[in-house]
C-alpha cells in the first residue's frame, strides 16, 4: 500500500475513532476484533471491513453497486467475505487499528456499553469526497448509526448543511430523515441514526408524491425572475466551456423567466430511488440531504427522480414528456397550480442549473461520469433544437 493511501486511511481513522488510535501496517499487532481488510478500487481505497465477516457481514450485503461490473465483482467479494476468504484475493489489504484502553465511542453519540464494529466506506477522489461509516451494534450484528467524515472542504460544508436540514425536518417534519444524532465541527463528521427498511423502487408513485406534498412551504412563493437570475450568475462563473455552449446556455435561460411566481420547497436535491427506504404503506423516509435547498423550486425531485430511474440514457427516452404525462405529476401539478407554461420554464430550470453542475464539477477531465450525465445533456441539446 502506498504511503499516500496510508495517510488517506490514518487521516479517516483519526476522525473516526476514538481518540489516541492508531493505524498498524501489521495487522497481527492488533487484537482480532480490530483487523480489517482493505478493498481498494480503481486506484485509491474504496473500504474498510472487518476481517471477520460476522462483524461486517450485516452492512456489507446491504451496498448495493450501481453498475453491472461493479455488482458482478462485489458479489464475489461477498462471497470470498462471508467464506473467510477475502483475504486470499490479490489487492486486498490487511490493517489493524490499535485503540486505547477504555476507549468510548460517545464522540459520534454511540451510547451502548459494547464498542461497535465499523465498516468505512470512502468515496472518489471528488472535491465532495468523504467516508461514511457503519457502526453496527456487537450483540444484534445490525447497523445502528451512520457517520459522514469530510475529506475536502466541500465534503465538510455538505455534511454540516445536511445536519441542519435534517434537524430542522425533525422538528417539523418527522419520519421524513434520519435523527440527527451529533456533531463535531472541529473532527468534520455528523452521525445520525441508520435508517432500516427496504430500498425504494424506482417507479415513482404515491408514496413518492406524498412525501414530495410535505415539503411545501405554507405560503412561500419564489419569482421565476430570481430563479433565472441565479442561474444566469452560475453560468458568468462557469469556465473553460465552449462559446457554442454558452450561448446554448443562454438562449434556454431566456425561456425560464416569467412574470409568476411559483410555490416554495423544501428539495432535496438528490432524490432517487437509492435514497429512499420504505417505512410503511404510502410512507418514505429520505437520506443523503447534502444538496438541499431550504427554498427551492417546485418539481425539482420529481424530474431528479425520473432522470436517475433511467440509470443510463434510453433510445426516445423524454424527461418532458415523461412527467407531463405521468398522472400522479399531473395531480401534483395541479395541486401546486402549476400550468403548462410554468411546467416548461422549471423544466428549462432544472435542466440547465444540472448542465452548469455538470460542467462546473469538470466530471470529464476527471474521468468520472455520473449516471445520469449523458441524459441530462442528451434534454438540454433537444430542448436546444426545439427552440431553433
Known amino acids: 500500500m502506498e504511503q499516500t493511501h496510508f495517510e488517506l486511511l490514518e487521516n479517516v481513522i483519526a476522525k473516526l475513532f476514538p481518540t489516541g488510535s492508531k493505524l498498524l501496517r501489521n495487522p497481527d499487532d492488533a487484537p482480532p476484533e480490530d483487523r480489517y481488510y482493505v478493498i481498494f478500487g480503481r486506484t485509491d481505497p474504496r473500504w474498510i471491513i472487518p476481517q471477520n465477516p460476522k462483524h461486517g457481514g450485516s452492512a456489507i450485503n446491504l451496498w448495493r453497486p450501481t453498475g453491472l461490473v461493479s455488482r458482478i465483482m462485489w458479489y464475489f467479494l461477498t462471497i470470498f467475505y462471508q467464506a473467510g476468504l477475502l483475504g486470499a484475493v490479490p489487492g486486498i489489504v490487511p490493517i489493524g487499528i490499535s485503540l486505547p484502553d477504555k476507549s468510548s465511542w460517545e464522540h459520534v453519540g454511540w451510547k451502548r456499553q459494547n464498542p461497535p464494529f465499523v465498516i468505512i466506506f470512502i468515496r472518489w477522489p471528488t472535491p465532495e469526497r468523504k467516508a461514511i461509516a457503519t457502526l453496527v451494534d456487537a450483540t444484534t450484528l445490525m447497523p445502528e448509526i451512520i457517520v459522514k467524515i469530510s475529506m475536502t472542504p466541500v465534503s465538510f460544508y455538505a455534511i454540516l448543511h445536511e445536519a441542519r436540514t435534517i434537524s430542522a425536518l425533525s422538528d417539523k417534519h418527522p419520519g421524513l430523515a434520519p435523527r440527527l444524532l451529533f456533531v463535531d465541527e472541529q473532527k468534520s463528521i455528523v452521525s445520525q441514526e441508520f435508517i432500516v427498511g427496504p430500498i425504494n423502487k424506482r417507479i415513482f408513485s404515491r408514496s413518492h408524491l406524498e412525501f414530495l406534498k410535505k415539503l411545501r412551504i405554507d405560503g412561500a412563493e419564489i419569482p421565476l425572475t430570481k430563479l433565472t437570475g441565479e442561474l444566469e450568475e452560475r453560468l458568468k462563473a462557469l469556465t473553460g466551456i465552449g462559446k457554442e455552449r454558452i450561448n446554448m446556455l443562454e438562449r434556454l435561460i431566456e425561456l425560464t423567466d416569467g412574470g409568476v411566481s411559483v410555490p416554495s420547497m423544501i428539495v432535496h436535491g438528490d432524490f432517487y430511488f437509492r435514497n429512499l427506504v420504505s417505512t410503511g404503506a404510502d410512507k418514505l423516509m429520505a437520506f443523503d440531504w447534502e444538496f438541499s435547498l ?95
Not at 418539481?299 to 440509470?311: A, G, P, R
Not at 395541486?335 to 462546473?360: F, M, N, Q, R
Open 294 to 388: 431550504e427554498h427551492g423550486p417546485p418539481l425539482w425531485d420529481l424530474f431528479h427522480f425520473h432522470v436517475h430511474k433511467e440509470l443510463k440514457p434510453r433510445k426516445g427516452y423524454n424527461l418532458k414528456d415523461e412527467v407531463k404525462n405521468s398522472p400522479l405529476c399531473v395531480e401534483y401539478m395541479k395541486e401546486l397550480g402549476i400550468d403548462d407554461a410554468t411546467y416548461l420554464k422549471l423544466y428549462y430550470h432544472y435542466i440547465i442549473s444540472e448542465t452548469i453542475t455538470l460542467l462546473s464539477n469538470d466530471i470529464t477531465q476527471r474521468g468520472i461520469v455520473y449516471p445520469y450525465r449523458e441524459i441530462i445533456l442528451m434534454e438540454l441539446d433537444r430542448s436546444f433544437e426545439e427552440i431553433l
